[in-house]
């Protein structure tokens, strides 16, 4: 057989995680591509994650350079399978001890939106967009991640097409609602035998109740958020909603919680806040019943909007006595509220890491490219994980690029592949400069990758809350 040409290496250990996926990409350029792109992605955010700020080139004027034009290749029209690429990335962190999923993590499901220009790009429309908060022309992704007390990455992402884009619109047996794109992709997680005590996700999913009833034919556990306005059919006279009868719990001070309990919530930080639950026994929900639903919040008193959560689950209550068949473990009102309080990775990190690796800023059309600019992402994303918990045990010489340093431009050629011929020949920038025209002067070239991701990880683990017990509320 004949032996690999070997490719510029990437900085360690950033080559060596990038070895890993070599036996996905069959060609020297789709491996070589592969390490640029992290590469340029893992940059400090002061560049944009672009096709020229990922190449190292400057905006607009060098969009034609070959290193350009081969990321672009790269992304629209190379043939390599990223299925098999996002397979072989969760392969690493499952087997990676620090970031082995457990059944105490949960499986966030989130949805996020990308403004867009234009018309051409594929699953662009105007419509609701979560991140701007408002109806906008643009993208729409739902994902789904694993997360527990400690680590966060994603696992899976799907793009979400408006009707317009389907013949008979929301009729066409093709379409699919974010609902109905969510739960396919906790039936994939289920099925790759990922771990999670349950799933959680914001009102968008909590609220359809097609969701949560796919999730129980599934037997999947779930604690999801509804609106506070959550109601169901009562008599006039009868509180029915969760905000209305989390109002009649009985609330005086402290001291006189009546129905609430007080929960503390620890952080990352050492630091706590003081929380208090209520379980709803009234209407489709109880201890008793095939749902309950739980309003925590900081204040009983005024309920704020910003602090107060109201949830509904299928886990059953630990009293009574959970009935025999119920395909999982019961779950005490801390333990409802530090599943759903795990959601908040995607509240307070998961949307910046993705800013900040430039999962919006992608500069191609077609539904394959940018399915492959976000597969990239998230190998970025869990190179900052994988760089924790070998960046000691590495073995490999850092002679490639000190953390302090810089890539050049003009890379060697492997001695394997000197004497290849000149259809094999890697292009020197200056033989290409020769041939194209001259443009503006080269800008800095790669610098201190590896401690941005390790300022990345850092920054993403800062205010994760790692655990919620009961407390007495004489300690309030």
């Not at 998961?350 to 539904?367: E, F, M, N, T």
């Not at 302090?404 to 259809?423: C, F, L, M, Q, Y």
Request: proline share 7%; net charge positive.
């Amino acid at each position: 057989m004949t032996k690999r040409k070997e490719v510029p290496p990437a900085p360690v250990p950033l080559e060596t995680y990038a070895k890993h996926f070599d036996h996905v990409l069959s060609r020297r350029n789709q491996r070589d591509a592969f390490r640029r792109y992290l590469e340029g992605l893992l940059l400090p955010t002061e560049r944009h994650k672009t096709l020229t700020g990922l190449s190292n080139s400057e905006p607009v004027v060098g969009a034609q350079e070959p290193r350009v034009q081969t990321l672009q290749w790269f992304l629209s029209e190379s043939t390599w399978p990223e299925r098999e690429i996002q397979m072989e990335r969760l392969k690493l962190l499952r087997e990676d001890p620090s970031t082995a999923p457990t059944s105490e993590g949960v499986l966030v499901i989130d949805e996020t939106g990308d403004r867009k220009d234009g018309h051409q790009t594929a699953h662009v429309n105007r419509q609701y967009l979560a991140n701007l908060g408002k109806v906008d022309n643009g993208v729409v992704s739902v994902t789904s991640l694993w997360a527990d007390s400690q680590v966060y990455y994603p696992l899976d992402v799907e793009p979400y097409s408006p009707d317009c884009y389907f013949e008979c619109g929301k009729k066409d047996p093709a379409f699919r609602t974010k609902p109905q794109i969510a739960l396919q992709l906790v039936q994939r997680a289920a099925q790759q035998g990922w771990p999670f005590r349950a799933v959680t996700a914001d009102s968008l999913y909590g609220e359809n109740k097609g969701f949560r009833s796919g999730l129980r034919a599934l037997k999947i556990p779930y604690v999801v958020a509804v609106r506070p306005s959550h109601a169901w059919c009562r008599l006039p006279q009868v509180a029915g909603s969760l905000h209305a009868v989390a109002r009649q719990a009985g609330w005086g001070s402290a001291k006189q919680p009546g129905q609430w309990q007080a929960i503390s919530r620890t952080f990352r930080d050492g630091s706590q806040e003081q929380w208090w639950a209520v379980e709803i026994e009234t209407g489709p929900y109880g201890k008793t019943k095939a749902e309950r639903a739980v309003v925590a919040t900081t204040d009983p008193a005024t309920l704020p909007d910003l602090s107060t959560w109201y949830l509904v689950t299928n886990l059953p209550a630990p009293k009574p006595r959970v009935a025999k068949g119920v395909p999982f473990a019961a779950a005490s009102l801390e333990e409802v509220i530090r599943i759903y309080g795990l959601r908040m990775w995607v509240e307070q990190s998961y949307k910046h890491i993705k800013h900040a690796l430039g999962w919006s800023q992608y500069q191609v059309r077609s539904d394959r490219a940018i399915r492959r600019h976000w597969q990239l992402v998230c190998c970025a994303f869990s190179f900052c994980w994988y760089h924790a918990s070998h960046w000691l045990s590495s073995s490999e010489p850092a002679a490639h690029v000190a953390l302090g340093g810089s890539v050049s431009d003009h890379r060697e050629v492997p001695a394997e592949v000197a004497g290849t011929g000149k259809k094999n020949q890697p292009a020197r920038a200056d033989e290409t400069d020769r041939v194209l025209a001259g443009g503006s002067a080269r800008r800095t070239g790669l610098v201190r990758t590896l401690d941005h991701a390790a300022a990345l990880l850092e920054w993403l683990v800062r205010s994760t809350p790692t655990s919620c017990v009961a407390s007495s509320p004489a300690l309030a």
